[in-house]
């Protein structure tokens, strides 16, 4: 990739001249489990020195004399004491905080327990083991985060992102392992350019940590009430508007252009909207130079969307969506930088995705709660591919140098429609049956209709009929049910107990999955927590339906499975100084691989088809150890330091284990930032923020070059290299070196607040090598390379 210089002019906006006035700092206290409001319950801003009692609703208001950053302290009767760090006082928009507690038995004892810190907590309140709350305040002031939940994720131990994408492979399995839900429903990955050539991938994802709240990130072992995924799952949380003051965001970048707003529907009810559209701006971006496309018209924009009702006895309604769009149209390359065939290529390409959907959740007497949620989600992904000609001489061979043909004459190759349409439904039952013993019983199920077309011709500029891979529509659906129990078991240990059980119908396929967990609080400063869970999940409709001679080869593979086995152990060594150690152990089994002699494995698909006949009789393993020190923001210092060291392995018909794509052995990652209260009153705050990782190379399997060089000289030139099969996955491309940059200013005003800032995503222009290509004028093997960098400078008004 070309380094450039980015050149940026801020945007001033001149606001008012008086002084920032004090600061309302408000919220909830609920139950964690039933979302019942807690009255009585005593609320102190530690630095302010300031207290308050929540009200009949839970409510309570406290005003805070000076901007910063404030430790909420919560306590309630029968109930774990809350510590809620790093909250921001600044600026005119209103600090609305969700406190939720937890339910202890020990406190009803009156034993003095540990308060649970928010940081050090996961919102899903019953799980106890490889779980991560991800706050979305952090998302904007960490270097990387982006205003993009997918990419706060990769600054924790054992998770590795992309210089080229915002896919995310977590203990070195593929991203299409991995879950996402919203509002209790799986979804899409909702990454823009998600699917369109590469599986699971994207550029940018659609969540924004404008709109989403605090949400859990859980790899390994996860709890029965989550199933089809064998690697994470991301359980994101919309957050909720403000039901008392109409506030507003206009955000201006080089990247993208975003309002926000949010207000009371009904001051009186307490109801409440959020509304967020964003439009990308990275074609333009492009043309200006500001960043790298790769010769590629790149479009996308969103929106968010939640409307909350509560009411006295019916429980609380919501209704909620998330829309996006993604497009993309390649142009011709100079042909100096033409390499090997793929250089050549021209992809146009639309992706539409839509979730819409509403929930309930009411608190039922006798200590049950019920919740619901009923939604809609598809995505509809359309590709064409073609190939610019290049010039050939009279007996068919390229001319060396390369050359255009003139006129220019744009050859189709092939092209994919892949739609799916899903109707979601899942529901939750909980009974605190005693203050040491919580049941939970739930369902989810997804009826899918698809609509797939997958089609090509046998090689690059052949003039011969398209070839016809998939070609269907239908339905099927993926259902799944559990039980879980979580006990006190005295005053330092609680276990998680519980099953699942899924059922495929296309392929008539069950699974039932005993999921278990621990976690033993050795001391004040020490914990050990202990999972095990069998998973399983369905591969994208496409993999079910490859057809070969008129044969769909798929049609009887069923789910695949893997036992997962997680260790971790805490050490606290100060409140804002933590040590984390996880060990993990996942074996695979019932893997789709490849047949006849391929070692094709599903966990290596890269691109958005299959085009493999398959069947469920391979293996994976995973493992691997992560350390992590986390230093929670004090004085303004925030940072963390981590590694991982792994190996992630398959084996096929072969039985002779090779290495996973996503192999890569090792990551390393360092994230320190250092946040300023500058100003006359200290009421405006200046962030610097970066961080650096390092990780491993991708796998690939070398290039057959001598099969190559005789495909060449026939004139015929594949669209994907002929490999040595015999060696699957046995090369490794150079490590990935990342920094990445976030510096912001905030001044605040009495009505308004404005902010200029630059984050910086890679922005030294790395390029991760993604496999092997051809070189059609030198006949050998080179690596093929992709990067973003996306430098957003933008200005912020809040008002």
Known sequence: MERKTYLFAALLFIGSMTTVEAQTLRGTVTDAISGEALIGATIKVVEADKGTISDADGNFRIDIPQSGRYTINTSYVGYEPNVMKEVLVAGVKEVVVEIQLRENKSELAEVIVKPRVNKAATVNPTALIGGVMLSMEEASRYAGGYNDPARLVTAYPGISGAANSSAISVHGHAPTTMQYRIEGVQIFTPNHFNDLWEAGFGMVSALNSNVIGNSDFFTSTFNANYSNSLSGVFDVKMRTGN?????????????????????????????????????GFTSLASHLGLMDSYNCDIYFNDFSLKLNFPTKKAGT????????????????????????????????DDLYALVAGASHRIHLAGNWTWRTTLAYNGEHAQTKQGYYSLKRSADNVLDVPLQWEEPAKLIPYGQEKLNEDRLLLNTELSKQITPAWLMQVGADYSHRFFRLNCSATDYVYSTNPFTTFVDTRGNTGLGSAYWQNILKLGNRLTVNLGVAASYFLFAKDFSLEPRVSMKWDIDDRNTLSLGYGLHSMVERMDAYFFEQNGVRTNKNLGLSKAHNMLVTYMHKFNDNLNLRLNTYFDYGFDTPVGINGSTFCA??????????????????RNYGIDVGLEHYMSRGFYGQVNGSLFQSEYRGQDKVWHPQFYNRRYMFKILAGKEWMVGRKKQNVFNLSVKYSIQGGLRYTPIDTDAMNRMLDLGEMPDEPIVKANESMNGQFRPDNIVDLTVSYKWNKRRVSHTIAFEGLNILGVETCLFQRYDLAERRAIDHKEGISLPNFFYRLDF
């Open 603 to 620: 966990v290596n698909r890269h691109y958005n088809y299959f085009n493999e006949p398959m069947v469920n009789e391979g293996n994976t």
């Open 243 to 279: 039901n008392e003051k109409h506030e507003k965001i206009i955000q201006l970048g080089t990247v993208s252009e975003e309002f926000i707003a949010e207000g009371p529907l009904s001051k009186q009810h307490n109801s409440s909207y959020l509304f967020n559209v964003r439009y």
């Open 317 to 348: 309604f919501s209704i909620f969506a998330l829309g996006y769009y993604s497009g993309s149209l390649d142009r011709r390359k100079d042909i100096s930088k033409i390499k090997s065939i793929y250089n050549a290529i021209v992809l146009d």
